[in-house]
């Protein structure tokens, strides 16, 4: 995988997308000679011309972010990728013909944007079906031996056919656990060098999935391993890395520790953040007036009760406060007051909070926290004071979730559906663990821009 700004982007991904904006560029050439060719113009050299083909690639690649186009259950579907891309090239090419009013300069001519856009749709396309036969191979896939043959090992075992897997597992060494989780595991007794075995069957890394470590860990087989040039990884860091979460089955709190992350240096990231924060929560209270009070009458019109309501919260270093919302339930919907996780299909919820609630409509409220500073528009969702006593006590490193200002949407929001349970809670909480260790601007753009598709495409929504 590559890594980007502490990110892990799979070197299948980063290659398609960088196919992606050449074939972005080609498209904006050649729907730009057509139209040339048309009129009878004789055209200039192709870099004089850099900034309009740059002003057609950058926003549909941007949009194809957005709406889920690198998705690893989209690129192994054709249909799935070939309706992204045309929702993205869409919705690029009405930002564009807006930019044209703005800046004429930098865009293509409204009469070549037709021509790119067809042909965008069809090379792109083309090119997912293409890479989409290569995914399901090792081709763009790490082999790995993996050193352990009981629970941990099973784990990985499970996660190598999954969709978006980057890793081939080459062999699973038992290294004398008493209960075995894969049967065709190869005892390390009956190896006579570590070292040698794993360059014999092509492994780039070694997986250390040892049960119990106390007294276990065969330094002297890493050594030799590490010094062939195959890296080796602990399966925490294997996890997170491939998962985009902190496993909390495997991971310990030295791995917490001494591992890279919760970088202390971040001030001027901080100060960019807030900035952002303030500026995007201003314009998107102004803008989305008109849309909270035709919800705000919707929803009193339907139901009886106040449209909006005051909710307490948990947030940075677990102060609470209050977040502003438009109701989406009766207003009988707990009983005392009493905290209730949300359910599939909850009953409580209104006609008008079921569409709000899948489009987020009703979390625009909580702009106002952002301009306050008590949240931010990225960061773990805050919960409830009820449920975080009771995730505290069941859940490790829950707390550590609240060291970072939550936010609107987040890392756990666009990655697992809504969840409504202790379980659902315990995956959510992995995710916000991963982007506390590994928050960046990057990331937070990310996160930003794959809202849309959260927006787009549901899942889970209650």
């Not at 070694?206 to 890296?231: C, F, M, Q, S, Y």
């Not at 952002?276 to 035709?294: C, T, Y």
Request: proline fraction near 5%.
């Amino acid at each position: 995988m590559i890594r980007i700004f502490k990110h892990y982007v799979p070197n299948a991904v980063a290659l398609l997308g960088l196919i992606d904006v050449l074939l972005l560029l080609l498209a904006a050439e050649l729907g730009w000679l057509l139209r040339a060719w048309q009129i009878d113009m004789i055209p200039e050299p192709v870099w004089t011309r850099t900034p309009q083909l740059l002003g057609f690639a950058a926003p549909l690649f941007v949009a194809m972010v957005a709406v889920g186009a690198y998705q690893a259950d989209v690129l192994v579907s054709t249909r799935q990728a070939v309706m992204r891309l045309i929702v993205a090239v869409s919705l690029g090419i009405i930002f564009l013909s807006l930019l044209y009013f703005f800046l004429p300069t930098v865009t293509l001519w409204r009469s070549s944007l037709f021509y790119a856009m067809l042909f965008a749709i069809g090379g792109l396309a083309a090119a997912r079906i293409l890479f989409g036969r290569m995914l399901g191979g090792e081709r763009f896939k790490r082999r790995i031996v993996v050193l352990g043959a009981g629970n941990r090992a099973a784990r990985l075992k499970a996660l190598e056919p999954m969709p978006g897997s980057s890793f081939v597992v080459a062999a699973f060494v038992a290294m004398g656990e008493p209960a075995l989780a894969i049967e065709d595991a190869v005892p390390r007794a009956d190896i006579p060098n570590l070292a040698a075995f794993v360059v014999e069957r092509g492994a780039t890394e070694v997986v250390l999935a040892i049960e119990e470590r106390r007294n276990a860990l065969p330094l002297k087989d890493l050594l030799r391993v590490k010094t062939t040039g195959v890296h080796v990884n602990e399966i925490s860091t294997f996890l997170e890395r491939e998962t985009g979460r902190i496993d909390l089955a495997s991971v310990n709190p030295s791995w917490l520790i001494f591992s890279d992350g919760f970088a202390s240096g971040r001030v001027l990231s901080g100060m960019a953040k807030r900035a952002f924060d303030v500026v995007a929560s201003a314009l998107l209270l102004a803008l989305a007036l008109p849309v909270i009070l035709v919800t705000a009458i919707a929803i009193k019109l339907e139901s009886r009760g106040p449209a909006f309501y005051r909710q307490r919260r948990v947030g940075l270093y677990n102060e609470a406060f209050d977040i502003l919302k438009l109701r989406s339930m009766r207003q009988d919907a707990e009983v005392a007051g009493r905290a209730v996780w949300a359910a599939q299909d909850d009953p409580r919820v209104t006609r008008i909070g079921r569409f709000i609630r899948k489009v987020r409509i009703d979390e625009l409220p909580q702009c106002w926290s952002v301009l306050k500073g008590e949240m931010s528009f990225v960061g773990p969702r805050p919960e409830r004071p009820q449920f975080v006593h009771e995730l505290e006590d069941q859940l490790p490193y829950y707390a550590e979730r609240h060291m970072v200002k939550p936010g609107i949407t987040g890392w756990a929001q666009i990655n697992y559906p809504y969840g409504a349970s202790i379980e659902d809670a315990r995956h959510k909480l992995e995710y916000d663990l991963y982007y506390a260790k590994n928050y960046s601007p990057f990331l937070d753009m990310l996160i930003l821009l794959q809202t849309l598709r959260v927006v787009l495409w549901p899942a889970g929504a209650r």
